[in-house]
């Protein structure tokens, strides 16, 4: 099985920055597209950011300019830096990860998400 565990979250004032991480852990082979998602109260879950295996990202417009997703293969770990923090910002923040593992018999490749993080920004 594989675990995905986000770590970062907090209370921010408006303007400020964090860094969140998403560590990937298990018998993991390799790790294709990852990407960060959040979910406001009373909202439905929405992109963020994704990453490919090879760098390449995309940003929700709303975040174009603010922050920066990464990753490092070697660790089986995505990043994203968020600056200028808004109100708006404040959701649980999800990683997902398309992952490859061994699941005791070959290779198995599923979609998985983290339990979330919550980020918190007050104006």
């Known amino acids: 099985q594989v675990q995905l565990a986000e770590s970062g979250g907090g209370l921010v004032q408006a303007g400020g920055s964090l860094r969140l991480s998403c560590a990937a852990s298990?018998?993991?082979?390799?790790?294709?597209?990852m990407g960060w998602y959040r979910q406001a109260p009373g909202k439905q879950r929405e992109l963020v950011a994704t990453?490919?295996?090879?760098?390449?990202?995309n940003y929700a417009d709303s975040v174009k300019g603010r922050f920066t997703i990464s990753r490092d293969n070697a660790k089986n770990t995505m990043y994203i830096q968020m600056n200028s923090l808004k109100p708006e910002d404040t959701a649980v923040y999800y990683c997902?990860?398309?992952?490859?593992?061994?699941?005791?018999?070959?290779?198995?490749?599923?979609?998985?998400w983290g339990q979330g993080t919550q980020v918190t920004v007050s104006s």
């Open positions: 298990g018998a993991i082979r390799s790790i294709g597209a």
């Open positions: 997902h990860a398309d992952v490859t593992y061994y699941n005791g018999i070959g290779l198995q490749t599923d979609g998985s």
């Open positions: 990453i490919t295996r090879s760098y390449s990202t």
